[in-house]
T-cell receptor, first 119, second 111 residues
Framework: GAVVSQHPSRVICKSGTSVKIECRSL??????MFWYRQFPKKSLMLMAT?????????EQGVEKDKFLINHASLTLSTLTVTSAHPEDSSFYIC???????????????FGPGTRLTVT | SQQGEEDPQALSIQEGENATMNCSYK?????LQWYRQNSGRGLVHLIL?????REKHSGRLRVTLDTSKKSSSLLITASRAADTASYFC???????????FGTGTRLKVLA
């Protein structure tokens, strides 16, 4: 099956700094990627849809200026958590759907996640 | 916003027993997927069922979909301790292409 990677897998940063997380589709082109965050023992919450070559679409309640998304190529989307605070500590997971035969693939392929800890 | 609600929130069973988890959603969907997540780890895809399908099997897993009731169930037969994990359903609403996750069921299989 298709592979999605994330980097880094874990990151610890200090309050006030910014952190960038990369999401790559390794063997397929992903015009659209998705970013989720997950708090401990909770479900995944969709944060935003990342579109190659255009602005990301954010879910209600997600701060655009806080979580900057850039989808510069068909295989890479980045999420930057700006001016991080301890409450931003979470598990961030990206996913991608392949574009096949004029439509999205049914499957959604997930990256392994990035654990962010803000001290 | 969360679309799916799952029940039970937590389930504890003995090894060898069957485990059933249910997922309900609010709007018409294209597809529904079930995932497993071990503590602190990434997601493992289990089964995808399309809106025009009613049942699918994969090994010890059986998934049903009732679009009239907007619900799905995941049955794990002959459970093993290694099945201990959180299980999530995810749906992509008709007219959209993004998957929204349910609240999840934490399954504990006791050896």
């Amino acid at each position: 099956g298709a592979v999605v990677s994330q980097h880094p897998s874990r990151v610890i940063c200090k309050s006030g700094t910014s952190v960038k997380i990369e999401c790559r589709s390794l063997d397929f082109q992903a015009t659209t990627m998705f970013w989720y965050r997950q708090f401990p023992k909770k479900s995944l919450m969709l944060m935003a849809t990342s579109n190659e070559g255009s602005k990301a679409t954010y879910e209600q309640g997600v701060e655009k200026d806080k979580f900057l998304i850039n989808h510069a190529s068909l295989t890479l989307s980045t999420l930057t958590v700006t001016s991080a605070h301890p409450e931003d500590s979470s598990f961030y997971i990206c996913s991608a759907r392949a574009w096949v035969a004029g439509g999205f693939s049914y499957e959604q392929y997930f990256g392994p996640g990035t654990r962010l800890t803000v001290t | 916003s969360q679309q799916g609600e799952e029940d039970p929130q937590a389930l504890s069973i003995q090894e060898g027993e069957n485990a059933t988890m249910n997922c309900s959603y609010k709007t018409s969907i294209n597809n529904l997927q079930w995932y497993r997540q071990n503590s602190g780890r990434g997601l493992v895809h289990l089964i995808l069922i399309r809106s025009n399908e009613r049942e699918k099997h994969s090994g010890r897993l059986r998934v049903t979909l009732d679009t009239s009731k907007k619900s799905s169930s995941l049955l794990i037969t002959a459970s093993r301790a290694a099945d201990t994990a959180s299980y999530f359903c995810a749906t992509d609403a008709a007219g959209t292409y993004k998957y929204i996750f349910g609240t999840g069921t934490r399954l504990k299989v006791l050896a």
